[in-house]
């Protein structure tokens, strides 16, 4: 059933995703046509590049915004609205519905970003990109030699924080639409209150720990980085691994209980 349930789910978000997806390449490819009349002393020019880098700019930005609506719109819909009533008689339990949910926003979110990369490569394709690329390779090769393996570690652990991360900020969504349903009128506004307290309160303490970073001795923290740099690096980026999967295991723990003991359809 999990496996039909991720069938579905791919299958909705596949074709809104392959919409914006295709419009904002679209664009890029538009984008870069006008560059081939290149004129800077050209009005029509002037005035056809910059409204189409108005537009791909914008197009970027929305692309990107949609596919996180849609990852809300999804688990709203689907689970909290007469869709509900559907969703929860099949044989699944509420933690498989979180995840299959959370699985197929984190996959199109990342898709829509590979999108935007390969539209931002055409939208400026050209002399420049090579260099680009070159400059890469040349930081890469150069950091591999200074810091040997070291490097690959390095990329492995952003890439698992930034997965963390972006689950976490999902299930944040997910956490205050939960808790939103608990009330028994105006869902959607209460669902909006939790998120705002919820942006206060995360507010307020990473002001307290900056004060009690400065506190401690920031000196001290900047030392340890200079004396052991690789070593320091590879604690910092763990501790934030297993600080962002402990709340996103808290975000997930507050949807599964609404869902499993505060459910309310009506």
Known sequence: MVKKLFKYEIGAYLKTSLVINL???????VGRIIQFFENG?????????GSSVFFFVSALFAANIMMLVLAIKRFYKNLFTAEGYLSFTLPVTASQHITVK????????????????VAVLIMTAGELTPEIFKAIGYIFK?????I????????IEMLVLLLLSLAYAILVYYACICFGQRAKKGRVGKSVLAYFVYYLITQVIYTV???????????????LFVKAPIASIHVTLVIMIFTMFGLAALMFSISRKTMENKLNLE
């Open 102 to 117: 959370l699985l197929t926003a984190m996959l199109f979110i990342v898709i829509g970003f590979v999108s935007s990369i």
């Open 142 to 146: 150069k950091s591999f030699s200074i």
């Open 209 to 223: 720990l900056m004060i009690i970073g400065v506190g401690l001795g920031v000196d001290d923290i900047l030392l």
């Open 23 to 29: 419009a904002l390449l679209a664009i890029s490819i």
């Open 41 to 49: 002393e050209s009005v029509i020019y002037n005035l056809a590049f």
């Open 148 to 155: 040997g393996g070291h490097l690959i570690f390095y990329i």
